[in-house]
């Protein structure tokens, strides 16, 4: 995945933070929505797309997924050659702003 896949948001950079900050967003969802994140994502009334997208965007500066954005900002991954970069911390944090809108 590109940047721009992020960056244009919905199902390609959604898939990629749970892909790569799952941990954190489970942890998240139970301490500020009081919810399963396996149980929306793949359970029988598995939530859509744009419902989670909001929900990842909402959360707080002091959660776990902005926590481990911020970890990530410093390394760059080294994508093989015959694939495109994977998408950097920054742009997942771009497509996710932390916080109450500005």
Request: glycine share 10%; proline share 10%.
């Amino acid at each position: 995945m590109d940047g721009r896949a992020v960056e244009d948001g919905g199902i390609a950079g959604l898939r990629y933070a749970v892909d790569t900050f799952y941990g954190a967003l489970e942890a998240d969802f139970l301490r500020f929505y009081a919810v399963d994140l396996r149980a929306v994502l793949w359970g029988e009334h598995a939530w859509g797309v744009r419902r989670l997208v909001a929900l990842v965007r909402g959360l707080p500066a002091d959660s776990a997924f902005a926590s481990a954005i911020s970890a990530e900002e410093s390394s760059t991954p080294t994508p093989a050659p015959d694939r495109p970069a994977p998408a950097t911390p920054a742009e997942i944090a771009a497509f996710f702003p932390i916080g109450p809108p500005g």
